[in-house]
Each structure stands twice: as structure tokens, then as C-alpha cells.
């Protein structure tokens, strides 16, 4: 046994709020189950102290498994964290450009020239996810009309610069929609916004939908933090017990299999998740969703994550670049469908 086989005590687990299998593996109790017959203990990083729910966003904790945005992962993995991409799902959520109620933008051409709010940067740049959504979702956005971000007025609004995942934390306040207080103000014209609690703002406050990003054919002009989301672990537990690994995924595409047959019970898991009510979760996720949460390594997905890589670097979110396929480990999503596929997960 080496050194790193008995320092793995712990299979820890991060996310974020919104739809996913292990997710839903995890509220279901699938993953403490796996964990307990494995002979580890299951840690959640939100509900974990200040000093490793950090890691959410470094990864730098032997054990973890993450899924999560893409920003904070491809930026861990470009400042030298030791992971390994197992994973992408993809998941649309309801991506648009929100303008005041009695705006004159009313499409993608309008942008030009527009006040646009585009969250500062937070202490880092793993952390730094709401300006980087917002950057590429204005930019597909001016790319409909044949623009570029040089067309607008980008104007800074403020952002926390130490966002927290803790539980205790975010079940005091809801997810935050930067610049939506800009907006009513007047002093930006048109902001980025996804997800439920977003539609829940808009809805709340009487805004208008400029551009729906969702309506694109091209899944490339939908890439963002959240398509794809990627699903990464930490090196060293791939490593040491890639056992605990290909269970984690196991479960997850045992959950995915689940929730296709299960629409309501898996939007009521979104509403804790997402701290939304049912008509945001349901405008922002649609009925279909739930069929197709399964997490993939297929050509289209890692393609579609290089592009979002490739913005990140030019944007300045990347300390370097990095071989995005050398980051791809294969195996374990591999011999956990085969153990789907057998029926030996349960």
C-alpha cells in the first residue's frame, strides 16, 4: 500500500447549483452508499468549513471530485493543479441578454454601442466565473449580428471577490444576478444572465429578453461556464484508488438513468439546489433536460470545451495555456458504463 492509498480516507464531493447526475446521486444517497461500501467516508465541500470549501475552486484536496463550471476547473488546471478531466455534461440554461422594459434593443444588432455590465474581476481568476460568463455571453451574442465585444461599452459592476459555496452561506441569499441593480438603475443598458434564479429576476422586475442565447442552432455560440460542465478529479486519487473513481461515475450514470423517468421529482431536487421556485426551474430547464444529463467524453464535448479554453486564455482567465486533450483521462467513464451495463450498480 503507498503512502497516497492510505491518506485517502475521504471521497470528497463538490458542485454547483444546478442540474446535475451526481448531483442528484447525492441527494438521493447513491454516493454515500457507494462511498460507506468502498470503505471511505463521503465529504461535501459545502458543507465544510471556509478552509476546504475553498478548494472548490483550486481543487487542491487529495480525494475530491468536482463538477462543476468550467471556469474555475480550466483555470485550476491552468495554474498547475494536479486533476484529471473523467467527465462533460452538457446542459442548456435558458442563456440571454436582459434589457429594461422600455429599451430599444430588441435584438443582437442593438448591442452596438450598448452599455454592457460585465462583473469586475473577483481575487482570482478561478473565481473571476462572472465576468468570464458574461464576456462570452455578450460576445456570441454580437457575434449574431456580425460584432464583436470592441462594439459595446463594457461598464464594470461590482461582484463579490471571495464567492462562497458553503450551505450555510448561500441558504441565506439567493444566487446573484450580476448587474440586474445596474440595469433598473439605468446606468448599463443590457446584462447576461442564465439559469433559474434568472428568470426568476426577470420576471420579478419586468425585464425583457433582448437575446435568447438558447435559440441558437450552434451549440458553439451557447458555450459558456456551464456547456460543457466538466466533471474533474483530483490526480493522485485517480491514481491511488481509481476504484472510488469509476464508482463515482457509476452512480452518476446510474442517477442520469433515473432522472429520465423522473421529471418532477428531479426539479424538486433544482429547486433546493438552485434556491428557485418551480417556475423558475421550469422556465430555465425546460421539460426535456432531465433525458440527457449523462456525462460524456465525446469529440463534440471536448471540442466545444477548447473553445471555451481558448476564450478564457484570450480574456486573460488562464495563467498558460495547456494540452486540453492530455487532461483527459477516459478510462474511468469507460469501465463505469460497463458496470451500468452489466448490472452491477446498485
Same mark, same amino acid.
Given at each position: 500500500m503507498t503512502a497516497i492509498d492510505?491518506?485517502?480516507d475521504t471521497l470528497w464531493y463538490t458542485r454547483c447549483p444546478v442540474p446535475t447526475a451526481s448531483g442528484l446521486a447525492l441527494? *438521493?444517497?447513491w454516493?454515500? %452508499?457507494?462511498?460507506? =461500501?468502498?470503505?471511505?467516508?463521503?465529504?461535501?465541500? #459545502?458543507?465544510?468549513? %471556509?478552509?476546504?470549501?475553498?478548494?472548490?475552486?483550486?481543487?487542491?484536496?487529495?480525494?475530491?471530485?468536482?463538477e462543476g463550471g468550467n471556469v474555475p476547473a480550466i483555470a485550476a488546471r491552468a495554474d498547475g493543479s494536479p486533476t484529471r478531466l473523467i467527465g462533460l455534461t452538457w446542459i442548456d440554461e435558458a442563456q440571454a441578454i436582459l434589457v429594461a422594459p422600455d429599451s430599444p434593443i430588441a435584438g443582437p444588432a442593438d448591442?452596438?454601442?450598448?452599455?454592457?455590465?460585465?462583473?469586475?474581476?473577483? #481575487?482570482? #481568476?478561478?473565481?473571476?466565473?462572472?465576468?468570464?460568463?458574461? *464576456?462570452?455571453?455578450?460576445a456570441h451574442a454580437l457575434r449574431l449580428a456580425g460584432l464583436t465585444l470592441a462594439d459595446t461599452r463594457p461598464v464594470e459592476v461590482a461582484v463579490e471577490r471571495d464567492p462562497q459555496v458553503r450551505t450555510e452561506i448561500q441558504s441565506r441569499r439567493r444566487v446573484p444576478t450580476w448587474g440586474v441593480e445596474e440595469l433598473l438603475r439605468g446606468t448599463v443598458d443590457a446584462v447576461y444572465v442564465k439559469g433559474a434564479r434568472a428568470q426568476e429576476v426577470a420576471r420579478e422586475n419586468g425585464l425583457r429578453v433582448a437575446v435568447d442565447l438558447d435559440a441558437?442552432?450552434?451549440?458553439?455560440?451557447?458555450?459558456?461556464?456551464?456547456?460543457?460542465?466538466?466533471?474533474?478529479?483530483?490526480?493522485?486519487?485517480? %491514481?491511488?484508488?481509481?476504484? *472510488?473513481?469509476?464508482?463515482? *461515475?457509476? #452512480?452518476?450514470?446510474? =442517477?442520469?438513468?433515473?432522472?429520465?423517468?423522473?421529471?418532477?421529482?428531479?426539479? %424538486?431536487v433544482l429547486q433546493r439546489e438552485t434556491l428557485s421556485g418551480p417556475d423558475g426551474v421550469a422556465a430555465a430547464y425546460g421539460d426535456g433536460f432531465h433525458r440527457d444529463l449523462h456525462p460524456t467524453l465525446s469529440d463534440e464535448r471536448v471540442e466545444l470545451l477548447d473553445i471555451q479554453k481558448r476564450f478564457l486564455y484570450t480574456h486573460g482567465f488562464l495563467a498558460a495555456d495547456f494540452d486540453l486533450d492530455a487532461w483527459v483521462a477516459p478510462e474511468p467513464l469507460r469501465q463505469a458504463r460497463a458496470l451500468v451495463a452489466a448490472g452491477k450498480v446498485a
Open positions: 492510505t491518506a485517502v441527494s *438521493l444517497g454516493l454515500g %452508499e457507494a462511498a460507506t =461500501a468502498a470503505g471511505v467516508n463521503l465529504g461535501v465541500l #459545502q458543507d465544510a468549513g %471556509e478552509d476546504l470549501a475553498g478548494r472548490h475552486f483550486d481543487h487542491h484536496l487529495l480525494g475530491l471530485v468536482r448591442l452596438a454601442g450598448a452599455r454592457i455590465a460585465i462583473p469586475a474581476w473577483a #481575487q482570482d #481568476q478561478a473565481r473571476s466565473f462572472p465576468r468570464a460568463m458574461a *464576456l462570452h455571453g455578450f441558437t442552432d450552434a451549440k458553439r455560440l451557447r458555450v459558456n461556464n456551464g456547456t460543457p460542465r466538466p466533471i474533474t478529479v483530483h490526480a493522485d486519487l485517480l %491514481e491511488a484508488r481509481p476504484d *472510488l473513481v469509476v464508482g463515482f *461515475l457509476a #452512480q452518476t450514470l446510474r =442517477a442520469a438513468d433515473w432522472a429520465a423517468g423522473n421529471l418532477d421529482r428531479v426539479r %424538486e
